[in-house]
C-alpha cells in the first residue's frame, strides 16, 4: 500500500510539472529585458593534486540580457580567471599557470511555472588565453592549451528575492561552479 501510495504521488507531482511547463515563455523570475550578472567561483578540475596553491582562485562574472522577444532567450559575456602554481617537494621544477577567458553566451530559459527558479540551458562561443612560467621541459609540455572553443553550459537560477538569489552552472572552463545572481530591471 506505500508503493501505491507513493507511485500515485510521483505521477501527481510529474503530472503537475508537465502541465506547469511552457518552453515558448521566459520562466516567471525572468521577463524579456531583464539583465542578470553572476558573480562567483568555480571548480576548475575534480581533484587538485596537493603540490597545487592557488594565487587567484578559479573566479568567474558573467551578465546576459533577456531578449524582449517571443522566444525566451538571452545574451551576454562571461569572463573568468584562475592562477595557480604547482612544484614538488625540494622546492626545484616549480611553475606558475595563468587562464583568463572571455566568450559570449547565449541561453535558452526554460518556461517552469515557478516563482523562484530559472533553469537554462545555452552554449558559450569565446577564446582560452593560457600562460605559464614553466621553469623545466616537462613542465612546458605538461599543458598546452587555450584558444577557441565552443562548450555546452547548463545551469539555474535560485531566486530569494526578486532580484537577488543564487546560480550553479556545468559547463567551460569550470567543471561546476556557483555564486550570486544579481537580476536588473
Known amino acids: 500500500m506505500k508503493k501505491l501510495m507513493l507511485v500515485l504521488v510521483i505521477f501527481a507531482i510529474i503530472g503537475g510539472v508537465a502541465f506547469a511547463f511552457n518552453p515558448m515563455n521566459y520562466p516567471p523570475p525572468v521577463k524579456g529585458g531583464n539583465i542578470m550578472i553572476d558573480i562567483g567561483a568555480g571548480l576548475r578540475t575534480a581533484l587538485a ?3 597545487i ?3 587567484i582562485p578559479p573566479l568567474f562574472i ?8 517571443s ?3 538571452s545574451i551576454g559575456a562571461v569572463f ?3 592562477k595557480y602554481k604547482q612544484g614538488f617537494q625540494g622546492g626545484y621544477d616549480e611553475w606558475s599557470w595563468l587562464d583568463m577567458t572571455i566568450a559570449s553566451r547565449f541561453n535558452w530559459h526554460w518556461g517552469f511555472d515557478n516563482p523562484w527558479l530559472d533553469l537554462y540551458t545555452g552554449a558559450s562561443i569565446g577564446y582560452t588565453i593560457n600562460t605559464n612560467n614553466a621553469d623545466s621541459y616537462w613542465a612546458s609540455i605538461i599543458e598546452k592549451r ?6 555546452p553550459q547548463f545551469g539555474a537560477h535560485f531566486y530569494f528575492t ?3 538569489g543564487a546560480m550553479v552552472e556545468i559547463g567551460y572552463p569550470y567543471v561546476i561552479k556557483a555564486g550570486v545572481a544579481f537580476k536588473l530591471f
Not at 558573467?62 to 522577444?69: G, H, K, N, Y
Not at 587555450?146 to 562548450?151: E, H, K
Open 80 to 82: 573568468s580567471i584562475y
Open 71 to 73: 522566444v525566451p532567450i
Open 53 to 55: 596553491s592557488w594565487a
Open 62 to 69: 558573467q551578465a546576459e540580457f533577456a531578449l524582449p522577444v
Open 162 to 164: 526578486p532580484m537577488i
Open 49 to 51: 593534486p596537493p603540490e
Open 146 to 151: 587555450g584558444g577557441f572553443y565552443v562548450a
